[in-house]
């Protein structure tokens, strides 16, 4: 059997105006999301947002104060939550201790009296490359093993969306960052639609297609991962996704592709769409990795913004790289990543800098 006739293929997932209050407070106040048949999902956003009410709401684990849910085209908003073609993976994964592995996957079959429920547990242990241990008990098993086998649990009965709860938010970094690759190269093995609930930056961009970032109870913005880091629309979502230098500044001028803004005395080009056209205030963001440092004035050159002089007041060695926090007199403080191409600082903390980006 291949892995794909497995595992039934996905589901898409529709949430048509969902709205979810709780005795005096609004978990979510309107939120509308289409995640498409064999996606990789990511809910973004910091602890309170509403991530795990909107997982919730989808397990059917929580009523909806308005909207409808819809899996697969069939509406499940008055479903119970055990039968819809959903399953969960939490933060805890919560194995029988008492329990070998294989009858931890095959419980859910067995107990439901479905056919061969053994040789299904062993297919689904086999996806994450467990089978050799499956008469091993829960506690004979790594963190990150006991994870995958409650990812074989969840997926061994096929459900149509796989919800996961910061389901790596129990293991260390390293063992997170290899489990990561995992989960995403089974999701693309099995082609179930994976909604994947996380407020690490980092997991959601490098595991999902589509990653949306939630803020109080909405939607800020959708989209793929490298878009979102490119082009935040807003200074929430530029400053959850990695690092971000945002300044303010007055728009003084605009042309058809671009705006001039002066953010203290400088002169700041900003590449805009004409439905992006602002006037008055705004803020200005670029990120770290963008930004050149010089230990002289460079000559003005068409199509790159000059920022300086100003002075290097922090210098931390990472490794790959090295970030410069500098201070530059009526912007405010401005962090650059320079790539530690060559052995030793570019500039010292004191150091008099210039500063410098393609436009
Ligand atoms: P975290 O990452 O910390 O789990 P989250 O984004 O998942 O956060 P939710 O658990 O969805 O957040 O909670 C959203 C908001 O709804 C929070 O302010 C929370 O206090 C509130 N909330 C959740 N459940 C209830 C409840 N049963 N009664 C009242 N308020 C609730």
């Keep these: 059997m291949s892995i794909r006739e497995f595992a039934e293929s996905g589901a898409d997932l529709e949430l048509v105006g969902i709205q979810k209050r709780f005795p005096g407070f609004t978990a979510i106040e309107e939120l509308d999301l289409t995640i498409p048949a064999g996606s990789f999902f990511a809910l973004l956003g910091p602890s309170g947002c509403g991530k795990t009410t909107t997982l919730r709401l989808v397990a059917g684990l929580e009523e909806p104060t308005a909207g409808r ?5 069939k509406d499940v908003t008055d479903t119970k939550a055990h039968q819809r073609p959903v399953n969960t993976v939490f933060q805890s994964y919560a194995l029988f201790p008492h329990m ?7 419980f859910g079959l067995k107990r439901r009296r479905i056919g061969d429920a053994e040789a299904k547990a062993h297919e689904a242990l086999k996806l994450v490359e467990l089978d050799h241990l499956a008469q091993r008990r829960p506690a004979q098993l790594s963190g990150g093993q006991q994870q995958r086998v409650a990812l074989a649990r969840a997926i061994v009965n096929r459900p149509a969306l796989l919800l996961l709860d910061e389901p790596l938010g129990a293991l260390d970094l ?64 530029a400053n959850f996704l990695g690092k971000s230098n945002l300044f303010t500044g007055d728009v003084v001028g605009t042309t058809d592709t671009a705006m001039t803004v002066d953010a203290g005395g400088h002169r ?34 068409a199509g790159r913004n000059l920022l300086g002089p100003g002075r290097v007041i922090d210098v931390s060695f990472a490794g790959v790289s090295t970030e410069y926090i500098v201070a530059v007199p009526g912007v405010g403080t401005i962090s650059v990543f320079a790539q530690n191409m060559t052995f030793g600082p570019v500039a010292h903390e004191g150091s008099e800098v210039w500063l410098s980006w393609d436009v």
Excluded: C, W
């Design 69 to 73: 849910i819809l899996i697969g085209g």
């Design 100 to 106: 070998s592995i294989i009858d931890n996957v095959s």
């Design 174 to 237: 390293k063992l997170r960052r290899q489990m990561q690759l995992e989960l995403k190269t089974i999701q693309e093995e099995v082609g179930l639609t994976f909604l994947h609930v996380t407020h690490d930056q980092e997991e959601a961009m490098t595991m999902a297609d589509t990653v949306a970032v939630m803020n109080k109870g909405a939607i800020e913005q959708m989209g793929a991962p490298e878009e979102l880091y490119e082009l935040p629309r807003t200074a929430f979502v």
């Design 268 to 301: 700041i080009t900003v590449p805009t769409a004409r439905s992006q056209r602002h006037q008055g205030l705004v803020t200005v963001g670029v990120r770290p990795e963008k930004v050149t440092l010089h230990a002289e004035q460079p000559e003005e050159v």
